[in-house]
């Protein structure tokens, strides 16, 4: 039988994947890689960067095309056996390369590289691709002795495994609870956008009437829309208490994976050396000490608090007097805050849906990269993918040529990870005179079409794909040749929002939205008028907003800085701190948010959520430029291109920035757009 992960070249054959095949795949992968890396050591042959560094992007390289699409299959169409079989490869890959980053002799043949006369010569990306490798050799700890080393292995594969099950944990949650509603007076407020998903969710279910699920489209068309106070609460409630003691009867219940996950962090960071897990992870970031990004964090507060407390102040006396809510509660929020939009901008999000059919913002969106970057974007057919929702798309640069390459798969179903991301198929890597082309797996979860409409998208939904393509335009545009330091590989983790936030600031200009905005049914584009009741509202509750990010920042940074294993994580008492410095309005106790923060516990951003504030402050500043010099200047659109795209990793993300912006970062800007006096 032919193993279709161990096919070396083309796309992967998503429809002949099984899970019985992930495993034997990994262990073949794994034993060549182990044989490259013996023959590696045992050459007698000067160590150069040919025979060293080459050979390990390559080994490496046959690794990551298997298990890439392992990985996205694990998010975008999950199943029991493929979950096992994903948890058992994984233990192998982890293990795999814990003992690689601390293999002493592989270490030395870096390092040796390092130090020869060749170095010098060697361009800046191979110089930058050998600096990192033994960093991260150090990281990996290289340096330490029994019984560290074993125990260092342990942990790293023991929390591959907890944030796995973390993740699984959110989904089983977010899948199983629903609530059937048969009587469409129940649905009062909801518009005809949303009650069509929650039709469309029951006949999935083969029910008659409507189906609110714990699917972003549901919950936001309930908390927005239902005029239903007691609806509200109810969907509130199971979505903030999801995965946690108070859902499910504690089947998913994941307290005790944060506790171990974090644990576990702080053990393997003072492994290393370092004082907290917050401490190693800046490591690998642009800030260089946990004062920093707390200080960073905490001046935000002491500007943002004040807007939001006067954006609750207006909200709770609007509720009051048109609403007739005189106890604000969490769960009004988003139905007030609608509802006062719509008095004071008269705008809701109901009139600007037309608007923003998805096929006509995919098309807007492509014609904004062609604009900005020169790159046009075609969809290629008959490409073997995991859903019938799931797309291929080439990336030509002027010349006609195909230099990269996406999938992009938009909406929410049963089996698929929440929220959206990027991840990546595979890197750009230069073996002889070839060169594998950088691919893109582009995920998020709109509402499907319907039988009468095509999915139509809300200004949030827009923003969120343009923030994605931001993340896939910085993997598929790099002209490094080094996988290691190629595309989003090497970035420092609180820059690599950069590219993503970025793209968002098309979304809201008047010339990126005449290529995005075409009704559905009349296809004229968004009239003036709509759209300067969109600019006047754009700042409408960033307070409220900003408060938040901060939040989440400021809860994920001191959780994993102030660590104690002698108390524990104390993960409910960190947020109430963080909250009571923070926040303006208070969840009641039972709400359970960090049991459903993937992010941090599940996706890499342990220790750095503080990053998309961090690059926003960076993606403002560098959008000034085009808004200084023209939206569309294709020489301001060039030097971004080559400035912080094309480069990848391969330099500190502050010496891209300067090269494309010509000084240092500042926040005005960013103040500015929220709105603050800098």
Request: proline share 4%; with cysteine.
């Amino acid at each position: 039988m032919t193993n279709p992960l161990l096919e070396p070249t083309g796309l992967p054959r998503f429809s002949e994947i099984l899970p019985e095949h992930v495993e034997p795949a990994i262990d073949a992968i794994l034993a060549d890689y182990q044989n490259g890396v013996d023959t590696l050591l045992a050459s007698t042959a000067p160590r150069r960067f040919g025979n060293v560094i080459d050979v390990c992007e390559q080994l490496e390289n046959r690794l990551s095309r298997a298990w890439a699409p392992v990985g996205h299959l694990h998010g975008v169409k999950d199943s029991e056996a493929l979950r096992e079989a994903y948890a058992r490869a994984q233990d192998k890959i982890v293990a795999f390369s814990s003992a690689l980053g601390q293999n002493r002799e592989l270490y030395a043949a870096v390092k040796a590289v390092a130090e020869s006369e060749e170095f010098a010569n060697l361009p800046l990306a191979a110089r930058t691709l050998i600096e990192h490798e033994l960093r991260d050799f150090v990281l990996a700890g290289v340096a330490l002795d029994e019984p560290a080393r074993s125990r260092y292995r342990e942990i790293s594969s023991e929390l591959a495994t907890l944030s796995t099950e973390f993740e699984e944990a959110v989904l089983d949650a977010t899948d199983a609870w629903t609530e059937h509603i048969v009587d469409q007076a129940g649905l009062a407020g909801i518009p005809e956008s949303g009650r069509s998903v929650l039709r469309a969710d029951a006949e999935e279910k083969e029910l008659d009437g409507w189906l609110i699920t714990l699917k972003q489209p549901s919950v936001q068309a309930v908390l927005t829309h239902a005029d239903d106070r007691d609806l509200r609460a109810r969907v509130y409630r199971a979505y903030g208490t999801r995965a946690s003691e108070h859902s499910d009867g504690g089947k998913f219940d994941n307290s005790a994976r944060i506790e171990k996950i974090m644990a576990l962090r702080h053990e393997s960071a003072q492994l290393l050396g370092f004082a907290s897990t917050a401490e190693e992870s800046l490591a690998t970031k642009m800030a260089k000490s946990p004062d920093q990004v707390i200080s960073f964090l905490r001046n935000f507060v002491a500007k943002a608090r004040p807007m939001a407390e006067n954006d609750l102040a207006e909200l709770r006396t609007f509720a009051a007097d048109e609403l007739q809510i005189t106890d604000l509660q969490p769960w009004d929020i988003a139905y007030a805050a609608e509802k006062l939009r719509e008095q004071k901008y008269a705008l809701n999000e109901e009139e600007l849906k037309p608007y923003f059919p998805l096929p006509a913002v995919i098309e807007g969106l492509f014609a904004v990269i062609g604009r900005v970057l020169g790159v046009s974007v075609r969809l290629r057919e008959n490409v073997d993918v995991w859903h019938d929702d799931a797309r291929y798309y080439d990336l030509l640069d002027a010349d006609g040529k195909v230099f990269a390459g996406c999938y992009v798969d938009l909406y929410a179903r049963s089996g698929k990870r929440g929220g959206a991301w990027m991840d990546v198929c595979s890197s750009r890597l230069r073996k002889g005179d070839a060169v594998q082309l950088p691919i893109a797996f582009l995920v998020c979860n709109f509402a499907p079409p319907t039988a009468s409409a095509p999915s139509l998208l809300t200004h949030d939904d827009v923003i969120t794909l343009f923030h994605e393509f931001g993340h896939g335009l910085h993997h598929m545009l790099t002209e490094v040749d080094y996988a290691g330091v190629s595309g989003i590989s090497g970035v420092e983790w609180d820059a690599v929002e950069l590219p993503s936030q970025f793209m968002e600031n098309f979304a809201w200009k008047r010339e990126g939205l005449d290529l995005i905005a075409r009704h559905w049914k009349a296809g004229e584009r968004l009239p003036n008028e709509l759209f300067e009741r969109m600019q006047a509202a754009r700042n409408f509750q960033s307070g409220l907003f900003l408060v938040r990010q901060l939040e989440f920042g400021l809860f994920d940074f001191r959780m994993h800085h102030e660590f104690d294993p002698v108390i524990g994580a104390r993960t409910m008492e960190v947020l109430d701190e963080v909250r009571r410095e923070v926040s303006v309005l208070t969840p009641p106790s039972w709400h359970r948010f960090p049991h459903a923060f993937t992010h941090i516990f599940a996706g890499g951003y342990g220790a750095g959520y503080y990053s998309y504030l961090w690059a926003e402050v960076l993606s403002a500043d560098a959008f000034e430029r085009f808004e200084q010099e023209g939206v569309f200047n294709t020489e301001v659109g060039k030097a971004w291109r080559e400035a912080i795209l094309a480069v990848g990793g391969s330099r500190p993300a502050l010496d891209s920035f300067i090269a494309f912006r010509g000084r240092e970062p500042s926040p005005d800007a960013l103040l500015r757009s929220y709105g603050v006096v800098a």
